[in-house]
């Protein structure tokens, strides 16, 4: 198997594999929950990869299911040992499940496809600006602010520090450039920060004149894996909330959608020569001589 970074894949798999034997073994989830004295909607969410599993239960259901062969379940319990392991983000407060998973599958991926619309990306922010996202929350506390920013900073360092970092393609909207998010000397200072970044990923900006695009619906994320590991990813997020689209139809329609949004975007020169163009120019986010 190839090297794993965080629970979130090894548990998705383990549960994908567990539904499978189930199914073969003509059991249901009720069965399977009488089995180990659990419930059956803890079942479900071990096969969904929702939640970890515990290796006494594991050995109890592959006996239940009567998985002879000594590869399959030695397969299955690296798995399972994989997905108990602590994320990088273990110890820095409480992170919801939903948030735990999108970690999980941003650190073991090898190639990240991002489109983000409205803002500089999580991944290529400043501490400032980060902050200054933050702060947007409702009812968050001076506490939650910095909590989220050192998360966000933990992000940064666990890829980009990364012996083995992944392939990383940022596409922005000119707009999301624009936006002096945290005020003028936060927002000069993030732009610097990008042109700093451009020659550690592939970034570029779909500019203003070229009207509408595909990516105006919300952003969007494909993760890609080792193929042994798992099938790639797509994650996108809009104001309903973010959804993670495993099957084959979504998957081909978020790749076209990547597709069209890198041919509307300026080349990388000119996506460099656009951020460096509105850092000294733009008029609410030029610093002001003497400043």
Known sequence: MPAVTGPTIP??????????????????????????G???????????????MKLSDLRVLLDFYEVADADV??????LQRLGNQRGWWAG?????SSY???LGLESAATRMCVFEPLMIHGLLQTEDYARSIARLGLNITPEDVERQVQ????RQKNLWD?????????????????????GRDVMHAQLLHLLEMKDRCQLLVIPLRGGAHHGLLGALTIFEFPERLHSPVPYVEGQAGNLYLEKSPDLSR?????????AAALSPADSADLIADIAARDPLIKLEPGS
């Not at 419930?39 to 939640?51: N, P, Q």
């Not at 379940?73 to 690296?78: G, I, T, V």
């Not at 820095?92 to 919801?96: D, K, L, P």
């Not at 990364?162 to 945290?182: T, W």
């Open 100 to 102: 735990s998973t999108f």
């Open 38 to 52: 659990s419930s059956e909607s803890k079942i479900r969410k071990i096969e969904a990869g929702d939640v970890p």
């Open 151 to 154: 998360i966000r900073m933990g």
């Open 162 to 182: 990364s012996d083995e970092p992944p392939v990383m393609e940022f596409i922005l909207d000119e707009a999301a450039l624009r936006r002096p998010i945290g």
């Open 11 to 36: 548990r998705w798999r383990l549960g994908e594999q567990l539904s499978e034997l189930r199914k073969r073994a003509g059991k249901e989830p009720t069965d399977a929950a009488k089995e180990i």
């Open 254 to 262: 978020a790749t076209l959608t990547f597709n069209r949004l890198t």
């Open 92 to 96: 820095m407060g409480t992170v919801t």
């Open 73 to 78: 379940r030695a397969d299955l319990l690296n």
